[in-house]
């Protein structure tokens, strides 16, 4: 079945800097691939998304790329601020009304 | 915005009961997932409704059945509790694209 995995599990940076989630999915039937932010005792929130007919998508610091030939996705956040620390989990679908598969998520601490 | 609705938000039963978790979604989304989410894990997908009726299956012990309704609200029915479902169950739902999860219920088995 599709699995997705994510990497790192945790990734502490200092305020300022950048971060950088991966992700790589296993079905090349997906077509859809968003990014959720989770907080504590929160359910997981949209931050971005990307399609597989783009190959790059940008929303003020956050930004998503997909290598469909790779099957690969990423996350880039710029100027990380303390209120990004969360947990994020990317996430892998097709169209249609199928389910969505998370990845394990990564643990983000921005040190201020 | 009207967001995902889900009730109880908290829930606390003893082992062997049955609980009952309830999912509003947002108006006009056809589509509606339950997902499971142990401490420090990744949100596991049980069960999904498309147009009343299920359209995908996961994980969902026997013991848990779900259905949605005319209105489009689902509910997932959870018998012989264990302690592990102990838990926090989140509904998304969506049309097409893109889910919205619900805020959890969080649910405790002692």
């Known amino acids: 079945g599709e699995n997705v995995e994510q990497h790192p599990s945790t990734l502490s940076v200092q305020e300022g800097d950048s971060a950088v989630i991966k992700c790589t999915y296993s079905?090349?039937?997906?077509?859809?691939f968003p990014w959720y932010k989770q907080e504590l005792g929160k359910g997981p929130q949209l931050i971005i998304d990307?399609?597989?007919?783009?190959g790059e998508k940008k929303d003020q610091r956050i930004a998503v790329t997909l290598n469909k030939t790779a099957k690969h996705f990423s996350l880039h956040i710029t100027e990380t601020q303390p209120e990004d620390s969360a947990v994020y989990f990317c996430?892998?679908?097709?169209?249609?009304?199928?389910?969505?598969?998370f990845g394990a998520g990564t643990r983000l601490f921005v040190k201020a | 915005a009207a967001g995902v609705i889900q009730s109880p938000r908290h829930l606390i039963k003893e082992k062997r009961e049955t609980a009952t978790l309830k999912c509003y979604p947002i108006?006009?989304?056809?589509?509606v997932y339950w997902y499971q989410q142990g401490p420090g894990q990744d949100p596991q997908f049980l069960i999904s409704?498309?147009?009343?009726?299920?359209?995908d299956k996961g994980s969902i012990p026997d013991r848990f059945s779900a259905q949605q309704f005319s209105d489009y609200h689902s509910e997932l029915n959870m018998s012989s509790l264990e302690l592990g479902d102990s838990a926090l169950y989140f509904c998304?739902?969506?049309?097409?694209?893109?889910?919205?999860f619900g805020s959890g219920t969080r649910l405790t088995v002692v």
């Open positions: 079905d090349s039937a997906s077509n859809y």
């Open positions: 998304a739902s969506s049309k097409r694209y893109g889910y919205t």
């Open positions: 108006p006009r989304h056809d589509t």
């Open positions: 996430a892998a679908s097709k169209s249609g009304g199928f389910k969505t598969i």
């Open positions: 409704f498309y147009e009343k009726m299920q359209s």
């Open positions: 990307i399609r597989s007919n783009v």
